[in-house]
Antibody, heavy 120, light 107 residues
Framework: EVQLVETGGGLIQPGGSLRLSCAAS????????MNWVRQAPGKGLEWVSV???????YYGDSVKGRFTISRDNSKNTLYLQMNSLRAEDTAVYYC??????????????WGQGILVTVSS | SYELTQPPSVSVSPGQTASITCSGD??????GCWYQQKPGQSPVLVIY???KRPSGIPERFSGSNSGNTATLTISGTQATDEADYYC??????????FGGGTKLTVL
């Protein structure tokens, strides 16, 4: 059974750093496209970042230069290092596995989400 | 950057057909998919590759994509279908894009 479990969220002051983890089971993280998607309170879904199976990474414009996606193959775990956090980064962060290729990529499994609150 | 536009809300009576649109420049040249999200829950994939249903998704959910518009259609809408629905596409320059979401009300 595929499972994704996010940890590492919480309350952080503006300008601070936080690292989210997503422990995967039932499949191999390194063989899939793994993503972070966030949802601000009462708002819609916003894609944050992807790491492809080959290791290439991409980021949304709002987090580029501040967030870093990575994975630990030995732990089958995905990470999101978040630096220079701002109030507008406050959101539930979801880890999601993507399937497909080229322009046909979709998310078939999602974690339960973890809340990150950026506030003084 | 690429954008997808959805109506903020759609209302439907039980048993009727609900249609939720998603507009984007030449969206029909890409593949569209749809997610259902109920309050306090993670999104669930209901349509992928424009018109395919994942295992476990009822047949009343269908999709289409042509020109600049993708459409999610729910036939015989049930009260349990009340939720937020998001379209999503993958663009070569922007990577992943979500629509703003549509709140479906069944009344």
């Amino acid at each position: 059974e595929v499972q994704l479990v996010e940890t590492g969220g919480g309350l952080i002051q503006p300008g601070g750093s936080l690292r989210l983890s997503c422990a995967a089971s039932g499949f191999t993280v390194s063989r899939n496209y793994m993503n972070w998607v966030r949802q601000a309170p009462g708002k819609g879904l916003e894609w944050v970042s992807v790491i492809y199976s080959g290791g290439t990474t991409y980021y949304g414009d709002s987090v580029k230069g501040r967030f870093t996606i990575s994975r630990d193959n030995s732990k089958n775990t995905l990470y999101l290092q978040m630096n220079s956090l701002r109030a507008e980064d406050t959101a539930v962060y979801y880890c999601a596995r993507a399937l497909g290729s080229s322009s046909c990529i979709y998310f078939d499994y999602w974690g339960q989400g973890i809340l990150v609150t950026v506030s003084s | 950057s690429y954008e997808l536009t959805q109506p903020p809300s759609v209302s439907v009576s039980p048993g009727q057909t609900a249609s939720i649109t998603c507009s984007g420049d030449r969206l029909g040249d890409k593949y569209g998919c749809w997610y259902q999200q109920k309050p306090g829950q993670s999104p669930v994939l209901v349509i992928y590759e424009n018109n395919k249903r994942p295992s476990g998704i009822p047949e009343r959910f269908s999709g289409s994509n042509s020109g600049n518009t993708a459409t999610l259609t729910i036939s015989g809408t049930q009260a349990t279908d009340e939720a937020d629905y998001y379209c999503q596409a993958w663009d070569s320059s922007t990577a992943c894009v979500f629509g703003g979401g549509t709140k479906l009300t069944v009344l």
